[in-house]
């Protein structure tokens, strides 16, 4: 007899015994189930069932017709559907790589982002031959610029700060886990904690979105804090205020390195410009688009 009703999906497994659900047939599901609102319904699908079954994607490939237990194929389905509303992969799965070191995420931090490692590119090998700089990450969030320089740079002294708490909280719990060494979490906004100091290089990733860019009702955005993410009408207010201010907690000859959106870039230029930055660099993310700017202090 079949004991299960026609309208059952191989997802659906709770509920019946005797149906099993294989590791094919779960991620065939859910990239069905996912295909209209995810961009990527495979890649989402397989990183949704690598976190549930805590195996790799390989393991997923080497045995397609290993059955889940009823409890994976419960959570499984649960964490679909939680994508299916629009939830980010990485807070479903509480972690995202950036420069190849696991960053814990939650919804009180941006997610990485493929393109901010423009930034950490640019600093290693513009200041590679450096061994002792103070650097400042403003607006650390999950920590990933701070983490991933102080991976490739262990000998530089690095402070990380974010008006966020919560934020500190998490970019610190990733220093620990990805044992790398962070001189100084400290809590505030902008200069406001470091505004006695003097630094060889302040580097951010700052909001800098519209605030009614249409972006922002879709995809991940839609999930994460508005508050590293937009920066009034042009999106330009933080950068302002970063190009403004920076100059005082910047030692002579000091950099300041500022990821942006890919159409400001003449507008971070002309801010740069304005607040008597010199020798401006303009780099694109690996996507082709201007993504970064930075400049020293004369
Ligand atoms: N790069 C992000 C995006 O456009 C925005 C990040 C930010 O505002 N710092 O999705």
Redesign the pocket.
């Known amino acids: 007899m079949n004991t299960r009703p026609s309208n059952s999906h191989p997802l659906q497994t709770e509920t019946d015994i005797h149906t099993v659900t294989t590791i094919s047939q779960a991620l065939q599901g859910a990239r069905h189930e996912l295909q209209a609102c995810s961009p990527s319904p495979a890649v989402d699908a397989g990183i949704l069932l690598c976190h549930v079954l805590a195996c790799t994607s390989a393991h997923l490939i080497a045995w397609p017709e290993k059955e889940l237990n009823a409890e994976q194929a419960m959570q499984f389905e649960q964490l679909v559907a939680q994508r299916k509303q629009g939830t980010p992969v990485a807070y479903l799965t509480g972690t995202r790589e950036f420069w190849s070191l696991d960053f814990k995420v939650t919804p009180d931090v941006?997610i990485p982002?493929a393109?901010t490692e423009t930034l950490v590119e640019f600093i290693i090998e513009t200041f590679s031959e450096q061994p002792s700089l103070n650097v400042v990450d403003l607006g650390t969030g999950s920590g990933a610029i701070a983490c991933a320089l102080a991976r490739e740079r262990p000998g530089w002294n690095i402070t990380a700060t974010d008006v966020s708490e919560q934020a500190l909280v998490i970019a610190q719990h990733n220093a620990t886990l990805n044992q790398v060494n962070i001189a100084e979490f400290v809590h505030g906004s902008w200069f406001e904690p470091i505004r006695d100091r003097q630094f060889d290089i302040i580097v951010s990733?700052?909001?800098?979105?519209a605030v009614n860019d249409p972006?922002l009702e879709s995809g991940d955005?839609r999930f994460e804090p508005t508050s590293?993410?937009t920066s009034g009408e042009q999106g330009m207010d933080d950068i302002r205020r970063l190009t403004q201010q920076a100059g005082a907690c910047l030692k002579s000859g000091g950099w300041l390195i500022l990821?942006h959106?890919f159409d400001q870039q003449q507008l971070v230029r002309e801010a740069f410009g304005k607040s008597g930055f010199i020798d401006i660099i303009q780099r694109n993310d690996i996507a082709g688009l201007p993504r970064m700017s930075a400049a020293h202090k004369a």
Do not use: I, Q
Request: avoid cysteine.
């Open positions: 941006l982002r393109e990733n700052p909001p800098y979105v972006h955005l590293a993410l990821e959106g």
